[in-house]
Nanobody, 119 residues
Framework: VQLVESGGGSVQAGGSLTLSCAPGKYTYASYCMGWFRQAPGKQREVVST????????NYADTVQGRYTISFNKREKTLYLQMNSLTVEDTGTYFC??????????????WGQGTQVTVS
């Protein structure tokens, strides 16, 4: 199942980007929502997760303090605000939703990926 992502692009180091993901009809299955990224030649890693119900968030150490995950309940859209970007943030970013955050990698509900390039 593919969710709809947008917002990727090219940016200079120090810049910002905001990614969005619309779970659409799969919002019902999105108790936990998250962003992952995969850099060239590296394994996919979790960037951040959010619990839809109470808004509890978690971040990878590498993005803590620079990224902000949020879910707009009215728009039913998941966001990832990325600030102070570095070249190490380059990669393909994916959104995923599911019932359990730890099990998101195995969820059937994923976005198609959006490319973020920092130079």
């Amino acid at each position: 199942v593919q969710l709809v992502e947008s917002g990727g692009g090219s940016v200079q180091a120090g810049g910002s980007l905001t990614l969005s993901c619309a779970p659409g009809k799969y919002t019902y299955a999105s108790y936990c929502m998250g962003w992952f990224r995969q850099a060239p030649g590296k394994q996919r890693e979790v960037v951040s997760t959010i619990i839809k119900g109470d808004g509890d968030t978690n971040y990878a150490d590498t993005v803590q303090g620079r990224y902000t995950i949020s879910f707009n309940k009215r728009e039913k859209t998941l966001y990832l605000q990325m600030n102070s970007l570095t070249v190490e943030d380059t990669g393909t970013y994916f959104c995923a939703v599911g019932l359990v955050c730890l099990l998101l990698p195995g969820s059937p509900y994923w976005g198609q990926g959006t490319q973020v390039t920092v130079s």
